[in-house]
Antibody
Framework: QVQLQESGPGLVKPSQTLSLTCNVSGGSISSAGYYWSWMRQHPGKGLEWIGYIYYSGRTDYNPSLKSRVSISVDTSKIQFSLKMTSVTAADTAMYYC??????????WGQGTLVTVSS | DVQMTQSPSSLSASVGDRVTITCRASQSIGNYLNWYQQKPGKAPKLLISTASSLQSGVPSRFSGSGSGTDFTLSISYLQPEDFTTYFCQQSYITPLTFGGGTTVEIK
């Protein structure tokens, strides 16, 4: 079964770039019909969709973050990545990667906490 | 953006009770509505997809219904492990959006 695992720095300085990777195991990242997504959850709050990269390579981002976000995929390493520029304290959150379709996000990674602080 | 409004934001119930959580979309989303369960410190888990399709391995006491703008998640005969937080999510159009969550607490 497909499993996802996030990795990346837990602490990022303000104004710098947040970079996270999601490693996919147990399946192909090129499987038709799936999109590979990033979400985040501020402490004690709800979930926010950041964006996704479709199996075809097409990307789509939340307009609220679009100017600062990019998602890419490395099929050879079976992973996809998130980059978020010019971070502030408001970007402190738990970040999740997940596989998605119109039938929902499943599975999810365990999440990785990113704190933005000097 | 499609706004997803969940109600109530929290509720108190007892083991064995039946509870219903509502999710309302700001525009029609057909049946592109999914429900998740999230336990403290864990990632969300998909319970129900496309409004009413129970995911494999999810107990049959969970059920979903609705279409268009109004949806419900029902849990019959609450078990101790069900006292946690539930989110709805629309997969009809980007930006994909989630409801604010409903926490089911022990009375």
């Amino acid at each position: 079964q497909v499993q996802l695992q996030e990795s990346g720095p837990g602490l990022v300085k303000p104004s710098q770039t947040l970079s996270l990777t999601c490693n996919v195991s147990g399946g192909s990242i090129s499987s038709a019909g799936y999109y590979w997504s990033w979400m985040r959850q501020h402490p004690g709050k709800g979930l926010e969709w950041i964006g996704y990269i479709y199996y075809s390579g097409r990307t789509d981002y939340n307009p609220s973050l679009k100017s600062r976000v990019s998602i890419s995929v490395d099929t050879s390493k079976i992973q996809f990545s998130l980059k978020m520029t010019s971070v502030t304290a408001a970007d402190t959150a738990m970040y999740y990667c997940a596989r998605g379709r119109h039938t929902g996000f499943d599975p999810w990674g365990q999440g990785t906490l990113v704190t933005v602080s000097s | 953006d499609v706004q997803m409004t969940q109600s109530p934001s929290s509720l108190s119930a007892s083991v064995g009770d039946r509870v219903t959580i509502t999710c309302r979309a700001s525009q029609s989303i057909g049946n592109y509505l999914n429900w998740y369960q999230q336990k403290p410190g864990k990632a969300p888990k998909l319970l129900i997809s496309t409004a009413s399709s129970l995911q494999s391995g999810v107990p049959s006491r969970f059920s979903g219904s609705g279409s268009g703008t109004d949806f419900t998640l029902s849990i019959s005969y609450l078990q101790p492990e069900d006292f946690t937080t539930y989110f709805c999510q629309q997969s009809y159009i980007t930006p994909l959006t989630f409801g604010g969550g409903t926490t089911v607490e022990i009375k």
